[in-house]
């Protein structure tokens, strides 16, 4: 199997191990920002695909954790409470995101250093693929919260437009 | 002819400005981002600083992007050596901290810390030139980072 092909099937894994955070994170975002605020969603998902770097996606989640107040609603999903739905989703994507570009292009599997350049450069693209996964997961989930409200898919998609 | 050699010049800087512009791409994310948010929170943590206002917020984000390196240096000078009021003293310390900050980072491009200037015959002219993306990069990350701050430092304010 060539390198390119092993890139994309240990994506493929990692994005199979943080679909039901994403879907978590969906949700929190369905709560937090409800249906009008759709082309905040878009927003962040074309930014993400754009992006040449993952900073600037972290930059775009900061200005929008201070800019608007939907970004930092909390979100409660069975016994567990979430903070700010802006600042989870960075400190999701700086750490376990991360942890899992780590795994992926250690010695064990894609092996690219951190020392050199063009190892650099692949992690980087990496994290990026990754980061991309997860936003596409999450938004998916959002979409689908605010249509058809939110945890058990029932509901009415217009009840927490706010 | 000359107009041949004009555009092949023309050519090459822009070759030069993409390869730059590729290397400032990696260097934004394993060594700005984290040079920024780690920037902001010593100030925080040795200086006791809040955040910077949204006054000044607006005015560095618009040096930063000045085609000339030496704007963005003297503004960051001239705002630290402003006689600001006591109420007024986190700017000073911002600044006084920025200024010390693109100082090294322009001593480490100079000595090539970065691996930017490799075929450069004017290093210093080719040093200014790759600040500008650097800076622009480290700013355009602090000021998204001060957003936060400024979040977390609202409420202490009001109380």
């Known amino acids: ?162 | 002819m000359a107009t041949d050699d004009s555009d092949n010049a023309q050519r090459e800087q822009l070759k030069k400005l993409q390869a730059w512009q590729r290397k400032v791409q990696l260097l934004s994310d394993t060594e700005l981002y984290p040079g920024a948010v780690s920037f902001l929170q010593k100030l925080v943590d040795e200086e006791e600083f809040s955040a910077l206002p949204n006054s000044q917020v607006a005015g560095l984000f618009s040096v930063s992007l000045s085609p000339k390196y030496s704007d963005l240096y003297d503004f960051v000078k001239h705002q630290r050596d402003r006689n600001w009021p006591e109420s007024k003293r986190d700017i000073k310390t911002f600044y006084t901290a920025l200024e010390r900050y693109l100082a090294e980072m322009h001593r480490r491009c100079l000595r090539d810390d970065f691996h930017l200037l490799e075929g450069e015959r004017d290093t210093r002219q080719a040093a200014n030139e790759i600040m500008v993306l650097l800076a622009r990069e480290f700013i355009q990350h602090l000021l998204a980072e001060n957003g936060l701050l400024a979040l977390r430092v609202r409420p202490r304010r009001s109380r």
């Open chain 1, 1 to 162: 199997m060539n390198q390119e092909m092993k890139i994309v099937r240990e994506v493929s894994v990692q994005a199979e191990g943080f679909y039901s955070d994403a879907e978590s994170m969906g949700k929190h975002a369905a709560e937090a920002l409800g249906g009008k605020r759709r082309a905040q969603m878009t927003g962040l998902e074309n930014i993400a695909e754009g992006a040449f770097k993952t900073s600037d996606i972290f930059d775009y989640i900061k200005k929008q954790t201070a800019r608007f107040e939907e970004w930092r609603r909390g979100y409660t999903e069975g016994d567990q409470s979430y903070g700010s739905f802006g600042l989870r989703l960075k400190d999701y994507l700086e750490r376990n995101i991360a942890g899992r570009r780590d795994t992926i292009c250690g010695p064990n599997i894609l092996n690219f250093s951190n020392q050199t350049e063009e190892g650099k450069r692949e992690r980087q693209r990496i994290y990026l693929l990754l980061i991309r996964q997860f936003i596409r997961q999450m938004v998916a989930q959002y979409e689908f919260s605010v249509k058809f409200g939110f945890g058990e898919g029932t509901g009415d998609g217009n009840r927490r437009q706010r």
